[in-house]
T-cell receptor, first 116, second 113 residues
Framework: GAGVSQSPSNKVTEKGKDVELRCDPI?????LYWYRQSLGQGLEFLIY????????KSGLPSDRFSAERTGGSVSTLTIQRTQQEDSAVYLC??????????????FGAGSRLTVL | RKEVEQDPGPFNVPEGATVAFNCTYS??????FFWYRQDCRKEPKLLMS???SGNEDGRFTAQLNRASQYISLLIRDSKLSDSATYLC??????????????FGKGTKLSVKP
């Protein structure tokens, strides 16, 4: 597609349920990033993929969070046993893996997660 | 010291004003520098890269001072549509954390009529 696509755009869930958030990056972009942003706060880095591998998982806040990427394209961020503090906008971004284009991130519109 | 630090603001300025934001970074081996813009409840978008010699794009001027490890963004003749949060982004040395891209927490600008 023309841009980074994220789904769902909005998700309301009950505490303790699992959620899956999907990111479809720009075709040909080998680098993929997940961030989350709480209301009025800055971006919090979660995880970075280069192709299908995740060389940097340092931002995942707990073992309830996991992410995978298959075929060097679509990525899924899974949050198990959601807690209220997980409520935030989850942003995905992609870029070319190398060269000048590696510096230019294109973000999706985000998935807004609300945990009741 | 935080890796990338910005004054959170808010900067409240009248239309037509000139406003400047600074951003400091801690790793002297950082390679590349950028300003992103984030409108309220929207995703961040690249505003401009910051080159060593300084660069200008219309009303926007970005400068880099490697010796003092800061970058700046100057906006001249502010418009209402410039109201947004401006994010400083630094690409660290190879093998660094966060996929090598470190985002500052942003400086909020509000341009009033």
């Amino acid at each position: 597609g023309a841009g980074v696509s994220q789904s769902p755009s909005n998700k309301v869930t009950e505490k303790g349920k699992d959620v899956e958030l999907r990111c479809d990056p720009i075709s040909g972009h080998t680098a993929l990033y997940w961030y989350r942003q709480s209301l009025g706060q800055g971006l919090e880095f979660l995880i970075y993929f280069q192709g299908n591998s995740a060389p940097d998982k340092s931002g995942l806040p707990s073992d309830r969070f996991s992410a995978e990427r298959t075929g060097g394209s679509v990525s899924t961020l899974t949050i198990q046993r959601t807690q209220q503090e997980d409520s935030a906008v989850y942003l995905c971004a992609s870029s070319l893996g190398e060269g000048i284009g590696a510096n230019v991130l294109t973000f999706g519109a985000g998935s807004r997660l609300t945990v009741l | 010291r935080k890796e990338v630090e910005q004054d959170p603001g808010p900067f409240n300025v009248p239309e037509g004003a000139t406003v400047a934001f600074n951003c400091t970074y801690s790793n002297s081996a950082s390679q590349s520098f950028f300003w992103y813009r984030q409108d309220c409840r929207k995703e961040p978008k690249l505003l401009m890269s910051v080159y060593s010699s300084g660069n200008e794009d219309g009303r926007f001027t970005a400068q880099l001072n490697r010796a003092s490890q800061y970058i700046s963004l100057l906006i001249r003749d502010s418009k209402l549509s410039d109201s947004a949060t401006y994010l400083c982004v630094v690409r660290g040395p190879y093998g660094g954390s966060q996929g090598n891209l470190i985002f500052g927490k942003g400086t909020k600008l509000s341009v009033k009529p």
